[in-house]
């Protein structure tokens, strides 16, 4: 396993960095620059290689994941997870569009282990074996970012992202669209760096959220 990270204490809530397809740990690290104080910074690696980078889960069409792939990275993400962050540390995901999909499934398939996830540039995934019900987030606080020019996550997939999240799932969720194609604008990190900062202050020290 490879990661990268900012902070190295452990008695804070842990922030992890989940990379787009193709992609790796180095690139996403970056954006811990400009989020606020008070967590540790994570970027790790997707386990699997793939065209120069690397990839969450193998994909059966772009934004939907095999099952069986999901799930396998899902419990090697667990068990990475276990090392770092003992029973009652705080955990947020953070994730651009692959990385998202991946956050997306973790919290769904696991919503007390997670403080809060943001979702930015990409969908949930839908059909994959994992449960969309409704209230399956119920209170889990989430950030929403897409943009209205993304010609890389299909359309109906974000949408159906963007309307689930905002009224069937229960999570407490801050939504940002802004103009632009597939890629994180200043302006969204901006509005992350503030939900991370609120988040983290209603997570820090609380068994709510936090793994158990």
Same mark, same amino acid.
């Given at each position: 396993?490879? $990661?990268? #990270? ?10 992890? +960095?989940?990379?787009? %397809? /193709?992609?790796?740990?180095? !690139? ?9 104080? #008070? ?10 290689? !793939? ?11 772009? /934004? ?6 999901? @799930? ?5 993400? %667990? $068990?990475?997870?276990?090392?770092? $962050?003992?029973? /009652? ?9 692959g ?5 997306g499934? &973790?919290? +769904?398939?696991?919503r ?11 969908t *949930?995934?839908?059909? =994959?074996?994992?449960p ?11 950030? +929403? =970012? ?8 299909? @359309?109906? *997939? &974000? ?6 999240? &905002? ?6 969720? *801050?939504?940002?669209?802004?103009? #632009? #194609? ?9 509005? &992350? ?10 997570a ?6 936090? %793994?158990?």
């Amino acid at each position: 396993m490879c $990661a990268h #990270g900012k902070g190295d204490d452990q008695a804070l809530p842990l922030v992890v +960095l989940l990379h787009g %397809r /193709g992609s790796n740990e180095s !690139e996403i690290v970056r954006l811990a620059d400009h989020l606020p104080d #008070g967590a540790q910074y994570v970027a790790l690696r997707a386990p699997i290689a !793939e065209n120069g980078g690397f990839a969450w889960f193998a994909n059966r069409g772009i /934004g939907r994941p095999v099952a069986e792939s999901l @799930r396998s990275t899902m419990d090697w993400f %667990r $068990a990475w997870l276990a090392e770092v $962050a003992p029973p /009652g540390r705080p955990v947020l995901l953070v994730g651009f569009s692959g990385g998202a999909a991946f956050a997306g499934g &973790l919290v +769904l398939d696991d919503r007390p282990a997670y403080a809060g996830a943001a979702v930015l540039n990409g969908t *949930l995934p839908f059909e =994959a074996g994992l449960p969309v019900d409704d209230g399956r987030l119920a209170g889990l606080p989430v950030f +929403l =970012a897409h943009s209205d020019e993304d010609q890389v996550i299909p @359309r109906d *997939l &974000l949408d159906r992202t963007w309307d689930y999240l &905002l009224t069937q799932s229960g999570a407490h969720v *801050l939504a940002h669209r802004v103009t #632009g #194609g597939h890629q994180v604008t200043p302006e969204t990190v901006g509005e &992350l760096a503030g939900w991370i900062s609120r988040t983290l202050s209603l997570a820090g020290g609380a068994s709510s959220g936090a %793994r158990r």
